[in-house]
């Protein structure tokens, strides 16, 4: 069993920044675990943002590339995702998620098991 907690949502202007937080409690420290940052936003599906998976590759939406940043520590099921130049658009309540292991497609919310409670990103002008 894996319990999934986020932390770091809240307000922010446009062009600010926040940092996201996902902290993995599992049963067996030494199983290492993908981890991905998915968003919904009101009326819309829920979209892939950003992963990790426990070898250290990433991958992003094409939204978020070059603004995002995922990274998650060393040994650890833990990711963090720092967000910059924050749009309107970004606005959405965003989701941890993790899964022993997702293959080729990381951002398919299909692919996780486990699911962290979501953390409310706000993003005004």
């Known amino acids: 069993q894996v319990t999934l907690v986020e932390s770091g949502g809240g307000s922010v202007q446009a062009g600010g920044s926040l940092t996201l937080s996902c902290a993995a409690s599992?049963?067996?420290?030494?199983?290492?675990?993908?981890i991905a940052w998915f968003r919904q936003a009101p009326g819309k599906e829920r979209e892939g943002v950003a992963s990790?998976?426990?070898?250290?590759?990433?991958a992003y939406a094409n939204s978020v590339k070059g603004r995002f940043t995922i990274s998650r520590e060393n040994g650890k099921n833990t990711a963090l995702l720092l967000m910059n130049s924050l749009k309107l658009e970004d606005t959405a309540m965003y989701y941890c998620?993790?899964?022993?292991?997702?293959?080729?497609?990381?951002?398919?919310?299909?692919?996780?098991?486990?699911w962290g409670q979501g953390t409310q990103v706000t993003v005004s002008s």
């Open positions: 998620a993790a899964d022993l292991w997702v293959g080729q497609e990381p951002l398919n919310d299909r692919m996780y098991k486990f």
């Open positions: 599992t049963d067996n420290t030494y199983i290492q675990y993908d």
């Open positions: 990790v998976s426990r070898h250290g590759s990433t």
